[in-house]
Nanobody, 115 residues
């Protein structure tokens, strides 16, 4: 059974930082491209960042220079370090894992940026 379990969300002030984690089980983690996505109220889910199995990374323009995605294959975990958070970063953040035609979602973790 595949499980992606996100953690690390919460309430933070503008300018603050959070580190999200996504622990995967039931997949050959090192083979998967891992990603973070987010969905704000009333908006569609969007890509935040992805990291390939070769550790190449892609970021949404809105988070470049502020967010960093990384992975630890020994721990089957992908991280999203979020710095200089803005009000508009408020969303449910989802972890995704993809390889070939397989794709799995986590259940999401809420990030709220508020003064």
């Amino acid at each position: 059974q595949v499980q992606l379990v996100e953690s690390g969300g919460g309430l933070v002030h503008p300018g603050g930082s959070l580190r999200l984690s996504c622990a995967a089980s039931g997949i050959r983690f090192s083979m998967y491209t891992m990603g973070w996505y987010r969905q704000a109220p009333g908006k569609e889910r969007e890509l935040v960042a992805i990291i390939s199995r070769g550790e190449s990374t892609i970021y949404a323009d809105s988070v470049k220079g502020r967010f960093t995605i990384s992975r630890d294959n020994a721990k089957n975990t992908v991280y999203l370090q979020m710095n200089s958070l803005k009000l508009e970063d408020t969303a449910v953040y989802y972890c995704g894992a993809g390889w070939g035609q397989d794709f799995y979602w986590g259940q999401g973790t809420q990030v709220t940026v508020s003064s």
